[in-house]
């Protein structure tokens, strides 16, 4: 049975049309993508499996996948992930306080997801945003912006907004 | 390719352009360590033990991913490339937890060789080490996998010759782990060759775990002894026990992979022996005795038989897996007594069928076939070495073309696919030689078909449309050794009639033929039932009179002739069991007792010997197609049609299930419970029909025999049929393995 809705079918086969008839395996990571947007933001087993079922590819094929790459998530989060950087040029210009004003506000660890299960903490590699740094990203549904020059009080107003 | 000539480490060595670093080396017996890499997958280079130096190149190269080029100059010795490689082995190292005292893979790891051979003696590393949680692979292998280095080698393993991605890398970096993610048991029937090819002790055999160390074990050569390929094995013995068997390289057979059945199959040999000649006395008791007094009792009983009742009455019935030597020396004593009844298809349901077993082609020449059509063959249960050579002919673009009675899953795509039923089956075969399209092809008449009650049909329709086509047509029956009892002794005529006597060679009467429940009572009714068996059971003791210990696989010398007409002898192992004692010698003794001329054989290779001098038939012959009289257009078929709320039975023998040996190995049947062989297996629809789900318990009817079981959905079986496994304790109770069933709810 296939349990991926109508609608993300139509978006998968966008991009297996991009590709080869026999290499639909190609659409793998665009696919992850679409059904983990559609799906509360993580991807369950099941999800994992329909995938590999519509594109008639191994299921390993899409387990190996899902589990490299970090922007999949594969365990349940929050509404929004919050991806604080704490590479060097973040750390440098003051992350490890904008982690902790972070945990203060949400009263979580990072890693953690706060119990209303609105918001996912979390560290990330660097951004490619080091200009502005310290950044961090928030997404929900796979969509989000970069907050940048981090302050306590500019988190304080985007964790404001975001309520 | 063009010629090339390189140098590595002063040698000058004539090469083609476009092979491998590691590959020239290797076929030049200079040694350049490695992990991933195998010559019969892909090349990965992710492990970088085999980094050598190279002229002109900046930084050591890996030589199993570097392309040989005209005038290359490797230096495998220089100080470059022994700092690189100790420098990959620490690397190596950082993880791994250097359990060796406590692995199954000390004393024969290439991680531990290569770490004395190319490392050094101390880490730079002193953090933590990282462990992995382990996973369950089943029964048949054991994983330890926080040493596994990540080299690969079963994930490619998988999906380039198994076709199926059981077994993946998850995770990344330091979270990259080897495993099947989602637990499950590795179910394929080649998967225990992950076994051999890992450089580590993560993926180790489960039933010989913390059994033996590597050093105590003897290897001997040896013949596998289950299908009809002839895999070559490695036998591990210690102090006369088998401790396990690995595969053992023949390119030009099994590569360098055996088969489940063939590696886990020697665990059976430790259970049920019969281990001392045994005679039932008059009043029905087992008497021990010795092996002169047994073997006189034999003679002066067959002497007996034949006199009063002539010699036909006298049945030899020889496992298929006997070995060429017994075989013969069996011919010779019925030759002697005057009897033709020897038979070894014993499975086989139509009594008109002479199979004349063989692949007219040499192994190696599957994957290079274009067309493959596979005629009622469950090819990877029966002769998995086969499949997977049908599986490179597909990858190859071989078109494969499948007819039969159960729905059977390939790992790799299919050109047609005709599911029927038994009745429909050989409609079916004449409507798909309508198709123009299968010229020069390779056709498998496999099990299922030279089973099928109008197997005659078939085999002169196939036999024909070969001919039409000239096209190969081969017939691949169960047993080690079909050819070679082929070759020796003709069939006898199959006929149902009870004899007088009986001798039993390997087979289990209740597990190994087609129709167990009349064996059953013409074994009860003779006057004379001599069993020549390595075990032992409630059964044999009841329907034999006198027991016979024979030696069991890997502890007789003898000779196998596979499917392509190769014939394979090897020595035993190990000492038999007991008083047990090897085939040849117990036919030689009882047929010196019974006086058959020219019958003084020393050993096995003597019968080898004289066996040369005699007349064989021959299988591959040009005369065997048109011996094959063909009787398609005017044959009768025997199907009968069946009562409205009855079905068709389909049989076939589980890999677990098809001799003696493999019905006792124990892992092997664990693995194979999730198949549920002991149930009655039937398509959704006709379970729907007849108002019965999944694990319901019902009474089964054929014929007299009414038998308790439970029903098993399984798609595979066609609307209509049902599909019960032979070689189990269901089929055992029942009569023909075709025929019809009726299922009767409890």
Redesign the interface.
Known sequence: MNILSHEICNEIDQWTAKFPKDKKQSAVLAALHIVQNHNDGWLR?ELLDAVADYLEI????V??VA????MFDLKETGKYKINVCTNISCLLRGSEGVVKHFEKRLGISLGETTPDGKFTLREVECLAACVNAPVCQVLCKGKGDYQVDLTPEKIDTLLEGLK | MADIEIDIDGKKIKTQAGKMLIQVADENDIYIPRFCYHKKLTVAANCRMCLVEVEKAPKTLPACATPVNDGMKVFTQSTKTLESQRAVMEFLLINHPLDCPICDQGGQCELQDFSLGYGKDNSSYNEEKRAVVNDDFGPLIATEMTRCIQCTRCVRFGKEILGVQEIGATGRGEHMQIGTYVKHTVTHEMSGNIIDLCPVGALLSKPFLYKARAWELKAYHSIASHDGVGSHLSVHTRRGEVMRVTARENETINETWISDRDRYSYEGLNQDRLTQPCIKDETGEWREVTWPVALNFVANALEKVKAAHGANQIGALISPNSTLEEAYLIKRLWRHLESSQINYNLRQTDPRLTVVPGLNIPIAEIENQQTIVLVGSHLRNDQPILAHLVRKAALKGAKVHVIDMIKHPYHFDLASETIVKPSEFVAAIREGQAQDLLLHSLIIMGENALNHPDASIIQSLLNKFATDTQSIFAQLPEGANAVGCYQVSAPAERNHLPMKAYLLHGIEPEYDVANPDQLQQNLLSADMVIAVTPFVSENLKKVAKVLLPCAAFTETSGTFMNLAGEQHSFSGCVAPKGEARPGWKIYRVLGNLLDVPAFDFESSEDILKSLDHQERQQVSSPDVHSRLQYVGATGQSSAVMPHVNQLERITAWPDCRSDSLVRRARALNQRAVETRFEAVHIHAETANKLQLIDGQAVQIKQDQAHVSSEIAINNQVPIGAVFIAGGTTLAAQLGNAAGYIEIIKC
Do not use: G, V
Request: aromatic content about 28%; cysteine-free.
């Open positions: 087993r191994p299921k390993m094929a387990y190996e589990s490299f790459y970090s």
